[in-house]
Structure formats: C-alpha cells, structure tokens
C-alpha cells in the first residue's frame, strides 16, 4: 500500500456510509488559437493519486462497510499521440495510484449512472477543489450542477474533507517539500553571486529560474525580486526595474517538485553591504522572526503569532524613533506572519483561529515596510511543527546580515 493508498482510505473514512465520491483531475485550457497553457492539475486528485494527467477522474465507492475504488484516464488516441507524446497508459496509471481497477475515461458516464440506478447511494461527494464564484464553471461544478439536478442524491463537496487532510503532512510530503527548500537555497545563492546595481530585477529572476529549470522544478509562485521602494509593494511581480545602487533587494521566491512548494523570502543589499540603517531594521526583523519561531507549537494560532510580531514591533519601533507610538505599527507592517504551505503556496485547511497540530508546515515571514525610507523587508522561512515545538525546515539558508554580507562580498 503506497501513500495514495493510505490517503484515499482516509477519504473514505471520513465518507457517510453508501456514498460516492468524484475527483476530476482538471483539463487543458486554451490559451490562443491552437495553444494550451500547460496543465496544472488539481492538486487534491494529485494528493489522492500521483497522477499527473488531464481529463482522469477518481471514483470511490462506499457500500456496505466496503470501499471500491475505480481510476478513469484519458482513451489512448494514436493520431493524437503523434502531436502531443504518449498518453498515460493504465499499467502506468496503476503502478502511480496504487488502484486496483484502471479503466479509460469512455466508461466513466455508463459507470456512473450504472451506480446511481442500480444500487443504494444516498450522497455523493465532489471534490469542487476551490469554492469561489469564479470557478463555477469548472468540471467539478458542472458535474455537481448536473447530478443535483438529475438524480435524487444529495450532493457534498468534498473538498472540506480532503483539505483537512492535506493540513496535515506525512513523511513523504516532507521529504518533498525539503527537496523543493534544498533548490530555492541553491538558486537563492546564484542570485547573491549575480547581485549588482544597475542591473534590472527581472536578470535577477532569471538565475533564480535557471536553476529551477536544472532540476526539473517550477516557481511555486510569481517571483518578487524588488529593489528600493518596490519592496514595500506586497505583490509587485512586475520585476521590471533597474536596481539602484545602495538599495535593499527583497526577493519572494519559492521552488515547486513534484508539485511540493517552498516560500523563501530573503533580503539582501544590491552592493553586498548594509547600510548601518538598513541593518538595523534587518536585526529588528529577525528579532520577531525569532520570538515567532520560539513560540509556534500545537495548541497555538497563527493569530497569536502574528500578535508576537506586532508587540514586538510596538516596543522596538518606537524605542528606534521609527514609530512616534504603537498605534502606528499598522502603517508599516500590513499582513500575517503566517500561512499553511505544502501543495499550494497558501495550502489548504487553514481557517481561522485554528490551533497548530503536528506536521502542519507553515510560513514564518515577518515583514517591516518603511516607504518614506525605500526600505522593505521580509524574512521568510518554512517551519515544520512537531510534538515539542517546531523544525526550522529552510534553517541553512543564510539570512543574517552578517551572512549575507560574508557570502556576497567573497564571490
């Protein structure tokens, strides 16, 4: 039994007796004319299967206190195959998921309403992936849409289920995310030896991805590589502006293998050394970072994280002259020093006021905004948290001004 296997039986656990439950892989979308952007694909029938293809579906049936389970790829189509490369064949698919029973996708309909007119199912699950309006005509919801309205079945989403799931890692998916950390560091450090003013972010991002594409990774997200002000911009992935000289760099940036994320955030000077103010700033940001990381732990939220960062600042700030009181901490730092992580950048199963449990992975990204001085900065690591207290999964990537500056100035 491999790690879809354990997975899917958890799914199945969670399932109200005499049900079903459908998990779309996704489709290609068309981009211009003829094109396609490449496939990206739903990450809980991933989590579910391994299978990496478009237009495969996963059925699993409970009856009877007995768990069924069916795979359906994509028909082999020849002339087809000659274009785009060989479609994923069942003995693949089955050697992948882990499912007994792999059939083509021709028999899904017939499957189907076979299950629904010839046996005893009272709700059936469909993994909707994601819930917002926009994605209302997805696969997932149409088919929703359609069984709903065709047969006398209650229809749940499944996605609560498997996202409560996700939340929690297992060894394989850490092992997977380390590898994905081990990359962002190595690119991390090829971008410190190609760092210089006068040269434009987006050069930057180039190293950064050129290392990625050597071993087969991804961006987990849009890059932000941002000099001088743009730092302060939370989102800016533009990186389309020449690096001042003297400017702090901010880069946001993250590997994805095997589907698996990191979220790395490092700041660094464009000339390979810190101002006195910039570094100063810097060990005030690392000192939150710290307290952040001594305390996460299960029992407590990523709220009250957060709130460590903002009475840390409230004292500080104000100490520096950087603040005139702590009322104002909200002019210079505006977001949360933590989000999930593990498939998706912002991972799925964290809601609101939820205490940590072991093998969440989070963020731990304290971040000091001060526009007036073109000063931004964040510091990102990716934080494991365990029985005692929390691993430090992204602790060898140097980050200290000290390290940075030592690292920068031997190139």
């Known amino acids: 039994m491999n790690q879809y296997s354990i997975r899917r039986q958890k799914v199945a656990n969670a399932m109200a007796s005499n049900s079903v439950l459908v998990s779309f892989s996704g489709k290609l979308i068309n981009k211009s004319a003829d094109s396609h952007y490449p496939f990206e694909v739903n990450r809980n029938f991933y989590y579910l299967t391994g299978v990496d293809e478009p237009e495969a579906v996963l059925l699993i049936i409970k009856q009877h206190n007995q768990i069924k389970e069916t795979l359906f790829i994509r028909d082999i189509d020849p002339f087809m195959e000659k274009w785009n490369g060989k479609y994923m064949s069942i003995d693949q698919a089955k050697s992948i998921s882990d499912v007994d029973q792999v059939v083509f996708l021709s028999g899904f309909s017939n499957t189907f309403q076979r299950l629904l007119t010839r046996s005893v199912v009272s709700n059936v699950y469909v993994d909707h992936e994601r819930v917002s309006s926009e994605d209302r005509d997805s696969v997932a919801q149409n088919f929703a849409k359609e069984v709903s309205e065709k047969w006398?079945?209650?229809v749940s989403n499944a996605y609560p289920i498997i996202a409560a799931l996700r939340a929690i890692k297992d060894e394989d998916e850490i092992e997977k995310m380390k590898k994905s950390i081990d990359i962002t560091n190595e690119a991390f450090l090829r971008m410190l030896q190609h760092t210089k003013?006068?040269?434009?972010?987006?050069?930057?991002?180039?190293?950064?991805?050129?290392?990625?594409?050597?071993?087969?990774?991804?961006?987990?997200f849009d890059m932000i590589v941002a000099a001088s002000n743009r730092s302060c911009v939370l989102h800016y992935i533009t990186n389309d502006h020449l690096i001042e000289e003297n400017s702090l760099i901010l880069t946001d940036m993250g590997a994805s293998k095997?589907?698996?994320c990191a979220d790395i955030t490092r700041t660094f000077p464009s000339d390979?050394?810190?101002?006195?103010q910039q570094k100063e700033l810097m060990h005030v940001v690392l000192e939150a970072m710290e307290l952040v990381i001594a305390a996460a732990r299960p029992h407590v939220t990523l709220g009250q994280l957060n709130q460590i960062v903002i009475n840390h600042y409230q004292k500080r700030l104000v100490e520096l002259k950087y603040i005139k009181d702590k009322s104002e901490v909200g002019k210079v730092y505006y977001h949360g020093v933590s989000h999930f992580l593990g498939l998706d950048t912002?991972?799925?199963g964290q809601l609101d006021q939820m205490p940590l449990q072991p093998n969440h992975v989070i963020t731990v990204e304290p971040g000091l905004y001060i526009e007036s001085l073109n000063i931004g900065i964040r510091i990102e690591d990716d934080i494991l948290i365990t029985e005692e207290g929390c691993i430090n999964l992204s602790e060898h990537i140097i980050k200290t001004p000290d390290e940075i500056e030592q690292y920068m100035l031997s190139r």
Do not use: T
């Open 152 to 154: 006398l079945v209650n």
């Open 346 to 348: 912002h991972d799925v």
């Open 197 to 220: 003013s006068n040269m434009y972010e987006y050069e930057l991002q180039a190293e950064f991805e050129y290392v990625l594409k050597k071993h087969n990774a991804k961006p987990a």
């Open 272 to 276: 390979g050394k810190y101002s006195k």
């Open 258 to 260: 095997d589907y698996y």
